[in-house]
């Protein structure tokens, strides 16, 4: 029986150590839970903007109100919103917008497609909207850093609330976290990608990381 115990204690050990070398995921070099001022990891925020995005930044401001949040631009047509959790929370990183539009560039579908999914690997729900001159996608994938219980029970309820009719799928990169949270559901944590394309071309590109449940730390989601 000793044996028995150490042998699960050694188990659980071990996925305690896989959970905590899964690597975070990251839009613009920043990963999702990064605070606004203490470290992460041994990151700040403030050292990645210095160190690895001075380069491609054009300019950046916080604003306060109604929530603190980043505004950024940088170069290649990108912008990124970075939202950040109660201070009770630490000020963390609930959501991470980042918008890349493609006007005057040539690059298919697919291979977006194909970036998202070498990024972040394969997605776990997909939508779809294909129309003779226009089409949409939507890619979700979770968080690998999630126990697998928190894991199943999220694909359970997406399986019940990703089902988004052809206007929904139209007008999702628009759409705010009060409206997104009714298919990705109030615990969904992870990797969402809006891809538009027009003539096989990409016309528009959004990446967004976002923890729902760290959200409702400062944004009531689920009232009527």
């Known amino acids: 029986m000793k044996r028995l115990v150490?042998?699960?204690i050694a188990l659980l050990a071990a996925s305690a150590v896989a959970l905590a070398e899964e690597p975070r995921q990251r839009v613009m070099n920043i990963p999702l839970d990064m605070p606004l001022d203490d470290p992460l990891d041994g990151e700040y925020l403030e050292g990645i903007y210095q160190e690895k995005?001075?380069?491609v930044l054009k300019d950046s401001v916080l604003i306060e109100a109604p929530i603190p949040h980043i505004e950024s631009r940088f170069t290649e047509n990108r912008s990124l919103e970075l939202w950040f959790s109660s201070e009770e929370d630490g000020r963390r990183i609930f959501w991470a917008r980042l918008t890349q539009g493609f006007e005057g560039k040539t690059m298919q579908p697919e291979a977006a497609l194909a970036n998202f999914e070498a990024t972040f690997g394969k997605p776990d729900k997909v939508a779809e909207l294909k129309g003779d001159l226009s089409s949409v996608w939507i890619l979700l994938k979770l968080d690998p850093r999630l126990p697998e219980a928190r894991r199943a029970t999220i694909l359970k309820q997406l399986d019940l609330s990703f089902t988004p009719t052809p206007h929904q799928i139209g007008d999702f990169g628009l759409t705010d976290l009060r409206s997104r949270v009714k298919l990705l559901t109030p615990d969904f944590r992870?990797?969402?990608f809006y891809l538009t394309a027009f003539k096989g071309k990409i016309a528009s590109m959004q990446t967004d990381?976002?923890?729902?449940?760290r959200a409702q730390t400062v944004l009531n989601l689920t009232a009527p």
């Not at 990381?209 to 449940?213: E, F, G, K």
Request: no cysteine; charged share 15%.
């Open 53 to 55: 995005l001075h380069d």
């Open 6 to 8: 150490l042998g699960v």
């Open 190 to 192: 992870g990797a969402v």
């Open 209 to 213: 990381l976002i923890d729902m449940v």
